[in-house]
Nanobody, 121 residues
Framework: VQLQASGGGLVQAGGSLRLSCAASGRAFNSYSMGWFRQAPGKEREFVAAITWNGGSTYYADSVKGRFTISRDNAKNTVYLQMNSLKPEDTAVYYC???????????????WGQGTLVTVSS
């Protein structure tokens, strides 16, 4: 599976962005998908995950109620809608594919290249 993340950019605090992750290759709808982020000088951290059919979603406490993960299996794409953005959301955001919708980075088999989100105060 090849993953291509897009949609990052510069936004003011309180604003919104929608990230997309387009997949190609092996059956997208057989994979759970996750979004992770990595801020400068920090470790990569879990943001959100969704099961293969979209039936279950999971979020980090820091984004719960502000971010929404979704997927369109017909388009081989997973999304991350980010609202009420804060400066501390600034990071490179990565999408990943794996067997399970879990928080651990080591449980995902395929990774996209990342897209930068910058939130100004």
């Amino acid at each position: 599976v090849q993953l291509q993340a897009s949609g990052g950019g510069l936004v003011q605090a309180g604003g919104s962005l929608r990230l997309s992750c387009a997949a190609s290759g092996r059956a997208f709808n057989s994979y759970s998908m996750g979004w992770f982020r990595q801020a400068p000088g920090k470790e990569r951290e879990f943001v959100a995950a969704i099961t293969w059919n979209g039936g279950s979603t999971y979020y980090a406490d820091s984004v719960k109620g502000r971010f929404t993960i979704s997927r369109d299996n017909a388009k081989n794409t997973v999304y991350l809608q980010m609202n009420s953005l804060k400066p501390e959301d600034t990071a490179v955001y990565y999408c990943a594919a794996g067997r399970f919708a879990v928080r651990g980075t080591g449980m995902y088999d395929y990774w996209g290249q990342g897209t930068l989100v910058t939130v100004s105060s």
